[in-house]
């Protein structure tokens, strides 16, 4: 039979199909595999470098990664809580938090010091407008420096909002949206830290990053 | 043949071309092209999409019966596109981070099943493969193009952040071309993308008009699909 002739068979094109669909589920199946790995570690890596955005140089001398715990929130759920040690003391810990903006939610990474001031603030994750929210990030504006320092006492828990609400934070030109979620985001993280501080640094120091869900 | 080659790279370069004559892709186009920069890396990845793709599909369209070519290329596209968003993520995760992402808007594309259908289906691998890369190309050059006009317009820049896609060493690229500029919020926002390509597909026409005034408009391609 030609190839013709089997052409306008109807099995033909269901065979067809389905040996492409098999092959193809092997190739993605088989890239996956491969690539698994060097996705985790460029991952890992990725996030090493945002801690290290949010602690002063020579804050900790210990592997965040590895010293990392889950406390559950408010809301029932958990949060990673990364602690940053020097000569083995507990300094401080860094923490992501989740803040809501104009367009969608705005991922943020946070570090604190055992006083409960913030050492440093980043976005790492957000859909906000182009030239007008994302002057959160670090790279397009000085905004997010301006919590370095910040604790909950001060500035005074109804300064805590941006200018427009009565509090002492700038908002930008024509997005205050996107601010007041950063804001609303980070008073609040600095509650969680609050309210769980002994929690956290009483929690055996363990690798769980095999058992621990985002 | 030497003639049937320059055609095919003409009509992908310009005749022909994705976004100015067969008005295709235009989600990505319209999604991405905030800045030079990231149409020429959304162009990029494409291209080699479309390279790959028309290479795949073309050496195996004797195989591929008429009935179920539509889901085949399918499935075929949406895999490669996969295995490219998995490779880069692991291996390139540098660029990953500034394209990633735009890959998965790549299965969107319909210039690439367009090109699968209209071309790879019916001829040799060497002539499918040159089609896609100069149709590519052609998406590549229509893409950073608008991203340019929209980001002059719009930040008053040329080009940022180039580094970030094509390394250190193109940091020359970016360009500051109105300093303290408050910039044009429109450009930047999706109605900049719909006026600059529909200025731009006026120039062209008048453009064509002027060169060949006997040439009849380009046809379109098929609607429906973006």
């Known amino acids: 039979m030609t190839l013709e002739e089997l052409r306008s068979k109807l099995g033909y094109h269901s065979f067809v199909l389905g040996l492409v669909a098999l092959v193809t589920s092997g190739a993605l199946a088989l890239t996956d595999d491969s690539t698994h790995g060097a996705i985790v570690a460029a991952e890992a890596r990725d996030l090493q470098q945002s801690l290290a955005q949010v602690l002063p140089d020579g804050f900790a001398d210990n592997d965040l990664l590895k010293d990392q715990v889950a406390i559950k929130g408010e809301d029932g759920a958990n949060t990673l809580v990364y602690r940053a040690r020097l000569h083995g003391e507990a300094k401080g810990a860094v923490f992501k938090v989740t803040g809501h903006g104009y367009a969608g939610v705005i991922a943020i990474l946070m570090g604190v010091d055992n006083a409960g001031r913030i050492l440093g603030v980043r976005v790492i994750k957000h859909q906000e407008t182009p030239g007008l929210g994302d002057k959160i990030e670090a790279a397009k504006a000085r905004w997010i420096y ?69 | 043949m030497t003639t049937a080659y320059r055609d095919i790279v003409e009509d992908g370069l310009w005749r022909n071309n994705v976004v100015f004559a067969q008005i295709l892709g235009m989600c990505p186009t319209m999604a991405v092209t905030t800045s030079g920069t990231n149409g020429l890396g959304m162009g990029l990845a494409t291209t080699a999409v479309l390279l790959l793709a028309n290479m795949i599909i073309s050496s195996l369209r004797h195989w591929i019966s008429p009935q179920v070519r539509i889901p085949v290329f399918i499935v075929l596209i949406a895999a490669l596109v996969t295995v490219v968003d998995m490779a880069l993520n692991a291996y390139l995760h540098d660029l990953y981070k500034v394209l990633g992402m735009y890959i998965a808007l790549i299965v969107a594309n319909c210039a690439v099943l367009g090109r699968a259908e ?30 340019l006009i929209r980001e002059l317009f719009g930040a008053g820049t040329l080009f940022s952040q180039a580094s970030l896609l094509l390394g250190p060493s193109f940091a020359f690229m970016e360009m500051t071309v109105v300093h303290d500029y408050g910039g044009f919020l429109l450009m930047i926002l999706p109605p900049g993308g719909f006026l600059v390509l529909g200025l731009l597909l006026a120039g062209k026409r008048l453009l064509e008009s002027r060169t060949s005034k006997a040439a009849a408009p380009a046809p379109l391609a098929a609607a429906g699909c973006h």
């Open chain 1, 146 to 214: 301006d919590f370095d320092g910040k604790s909950l006492g001060d500035p005074a828990p109804e300064k805590w909002a941006v200018k427009k609400d009565g509090g002492q934070f700038d908002q930008f030109a024509g997005a205050t949206i996107t601010p007041r979620g950063v804001v609303k985001a980070v008073k609040g993280g600095l509650q969680f830290y609050a309210a769980h501080r002994t929690e956290i640094f009483a929690a055996p120091t363990a690798n769980v990053a095999s058992t621990a869900k985002e």
């Open chain 2, 118 to 147: 209209a071309f790879a289906a019916r001829q040799p691998v060497l002539a499918s493969g040159l089609d896609g890369l100069s149709m590519g190309l052609g998406f590549t050059f229509a893409l950073t193009l608008i991203g």
